[in-house]
């Protein structure tokens, strides 16, 4: 049996791996792992590139504990603006979708605490479809593989209140500029959003409205710069769009309405 790691040689570990914040994530490996033996592959892990929440095997996101797998897109804080600005658009009893879902994180976190909802989440990584089945079935929620739209059940078709696209938007040039633990460790169908980084935004923008229920709203982050384009790209398809901007979550909302 391996002797256990004081806390303080894991922070001596993790730091000369570069790791920042080697206090808290040293705390956090210990109060995960199971055993020496876990703490130390843990901190093996950790200190070899791996994203923190991947070595855990959960991340906190908006007061939840989301589980995340290796290969798996990790949530991201700012995102919790996102959820922040779905939530305040809410009708009473919505029907919600996480499309390009990852983990199920953000639907997960917009319908809890809510007593009348329906669920639904597809993205087309098998991983994280199933991280996504484990995550939101405590909420009732229903996951499914597949491209954008195409795997959803048909009869959402209209019926769709708050449609949640966190849309892959780096352009394909910025990938490599990326922190290690995101290209390295991540997929890269979850990061790459093409030459400009609206790709996969422009197909979603294009079907919205037509999943939309009257009066239904898309919501999707996208970078400061790519704010004219992603509206045009919301315009498009028939859908008034608004922008959210938060400088404590540094992030950028756009919001499509469906005319009523």
């Given at each position: 049996m391996t002797t256990p790691m004081t806390e303080s040689a894991?922070?001596?570990?993790?730091?000369?791996?570069?790791?920042?914040?080697?206090?808290?994530?040293?705390r956090l490996i210990l109060a995960t792992a199971g055993t020496p033996d876990d703490a130390s592959a843990m901190v093996d892990r950790r200190a070899a590139g791996q994203p923190l929440e991947h070595v855990?095997?959960?991340?906190?996101?908006?007061?939840?504990?989301?589980?995340?797998?290796?290969?798996?897109?990790?949530?991201?804080?700012?995102?919790?603006?996102?959820?922040?600005?779905?939530?305040?658009?809410?009708?009473?009893?919505?029907?919600?979708?996480?499309?390009?879902?990852?983990?199920?994180?953000?639907?997960?976190?917009?319908?809890?605490?809510?007593?009348?909802?329906?669920?639904?989440?597809?993205?087309?990584?098998?991983?994280?479809?199933?991280?996504?089945?484990?995550?939101?079935?405590?909420?009732?929620?229903?996951?499914y593989e597949g491209d954008l739209f195409a795997p959803l059940p048909d009869a959402l078709r209209g019926g769709i209140d708050v449609l949640l696209a966190n849309v892959p938007y780096v352009p394909t040039g910025d990938v490599g500029l990326m922190p290690a633990e995101a290209r390295d460790h991540e997929p890269r169908v979850a990061l790459d959003g093409g030459p400009d980084g609206l790709d996969v935004l422009r197909r979603v923008t294009a079907e919205a409205a037509d999943w939309l229920a009257p009066g239904g709203h898309l919501l999707f982050e996208t970078s400061e710069r790519q704010v004219p384009d992603a509206v045009a790209a919301a315009e498009r398809g028939g859908l008034a769009a608004a922008v959210a901007t938060s400088e404590e979550f540094y992030a950028t909302v756009v919001v499509g309405a469906k005319p009523v």
């Open positions: 894991i922070v001596s570990r993790l730091r000369a791996a570069g790791c920042v914040f080697a206090e808290d994530e040293a855990l095997g959960w991340a906190e996101f908006h007061g939840l504990r989301i589980a995340v797998e290796p290969g798996v897109f990790v949530p991201r804080r700012r995102t919790e603006f996102l959820v922040r600005q779905a939530a305040a658009l809410l009708p009473p009893r919505p029907v919600v979708v996480d499309l390009c879902c990852g983990s199920g994180a953000l639907g997960a976190a917009l319908v809890a605490g809510l007593d009348e909802y329906a669920l639904h989440a597809a993205d087309v990584e098998p991983a994280a479809v199933r991280c996504a089945r484990r995550n939101i079935a405590p909420f009732g929620g229903h996951a």
